[in-house]
């Protein structure tokens, strides 16, 4: 037997400006065979929220990736990165909806924020506040 309510409202989906964290960061090859870093990203106030993202680190994506990238790492970075690195920072996200195969999700806005859609944890935005976490200091190790 299953538990049925017809009742229960559908997922909200709350796009704008909040704080998210690095749940997991692999390195990867697009289909085009660029190199890029997939992220999976989970809202601070709510983990059972989680938004997907990738950062081109090569080819024709390399602009907007270092863009975002500049969230996680100093503008004048140049040396190895290990993906995992970027595991448990935080960073403010602008979120819109998006649809995508006939489904809505949150999706990062990249016309928004200073690192397109991103923005470093201290960096706080107009307008937001950080939330009360008892996590350790998830800020960017750079």
């Not at 065979?33 to 090569?58: A, Y």
């Not at 949150?106 to 009360?132: M, W």
């Amino acid at each position: 037997m299953v538990q049925v309510d017809m009742t229960r409202p559908g997922r909200e989906l709350r796009p704008g400006i909040d704080l998210w964290k690095t749940t997991k960061c692999e390195s990867v090859r697009s289909r085009a065979g660029d190199e890029m870093l997939k992220l999976t990203l989970e809202r601070v106030s709510n983990p059972q929220e989680r938004i997907f993202d990738n950062i081109m680190l090569e080819g024709g994506g390399w602009e907007i990736g270092k863009r975002k990238l500049a969230a996680f790492v100093p503008a004048d970075f140049n040396g190895d990165l290990d993906p995992l690195e970027l595991v448990c920072i935080r960073v403010w996200v602008c979120t819109a909806v998006d649809t995508y195969q006939g489904k809505d999700k949150l999706a990062v806005s990249i016309d928004e924020l200073k690192c397109a859609g991103y923005q470093r944890v201290e960096d706080v935005p107009p307008g937001c506040s950080v939330p009360e976490v008892e996590d350790e200091d998830m800020s960017a190790p750079f």
